[in-house]
């Protein structure tokens, strides 16, 4: 089984970025923790950080044959990016939409999503657990 996890804007900065809001794991740990449980179900992970919304577009129509599942933090993407939807809808297997804090406790740009409605699923506000859940999720909707 190959997922795809993908990291947007902003999110290669954890650990120093808001670590009231977002938590003080780095990327690597949460992406090791990751790849520990993945390693453990015998899964194969491709994952993915960028700041540039296009890449992640691109990174998703790349990989429509290999994943059987896409974990995606879009970050500030969330709120506005139409063409990461369609690239998701585009997916058309099983996605989940993961945020480390609750976008619903927090600013009103943040409560609409552009991601949600082409998701399985929605995860915010557990931190680094958001990941690890979407993971386990994921598996058991795919087996
Ligand atoms: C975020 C929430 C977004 O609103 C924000 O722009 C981010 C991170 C989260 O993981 O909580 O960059 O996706």
Redesign the pocket.
Known sequence: MNILVIH????DLLGKREPE??GKETLEEINNLLEKKAGERKVSLKIVQSNYEGKIVEVIGSSLEWADGIII????Y??TSIAIRDALAAFNKPSIE????N?YA?ENF?HHSYISPVCTGKI?GLGKL?YLLALEALLEIIK
Do not use: D, E
């Open positions: 947007g804007p902003n999110l809001i977002y933090n879009p970050g500030a969330t709120h993961v945020h480390l804090s976008i927090r943040r915010t958001s």
